[in-house]
């Protein structure tokens, strides 16, 4: 399994970011898929997934600004991130597993997309 995540960079605060991550091997549409993000000097935190049927997954506080969405055909996850906060600003990793390790610890990961917030 493989992941390419791009759509990161340097916006302004209440800006919106669309970030995309494609996946490809031979079983990645079986799986599902989400983001981590990690802001300096925190750890990695779960932000939302996504299985191949739609349903989804987020961490409560971002809930309303995070939208997660899947184009199955594409093997492609995105992450709609409205209303950006300098307390966006983090790396984002793209994941992809089964639904019961996507949420706490997904074994395939993305190489990461920074999203830096200005205020």
């Known amino acids: 399994v493989q992941l390419q995540a791009s759509g990161g960079g340097l916006v302004h605060a209440g800006d919106s970011l669309m970030l995309s991550c494609q996946a490809s091997g031979r079983t990645v549409g079986m799986l599902s898929m989400g983001w981590f993000r990690q802001a300096q000097g925190k750890d990695r935190e779960f932000v939302a997934a996504i299985t191949p049927g739609g349903s989804t997954y987020s961490r409560d506080v971002l809930r309303g600004r995070y939208t997660i969405s899947r184009d199955n055909a594409k093997n492609t996850a995105y992450l709609q991130i409205d209303s950006l906060k300098p307390e966006d600003t983090a790396t984002f990793y793209c994941?992809?597993?089964?639904?019961?390790?996507?949420?706490?610890?997904?074994?395939?990961w993305g190489q990461g997309t920074q999203v830096t917030v200005s205020s």
């Open positions: 994941v992809i597993d089964q639904l019961n390790r996507i949420t706490r610890e997904p074994r395939y």
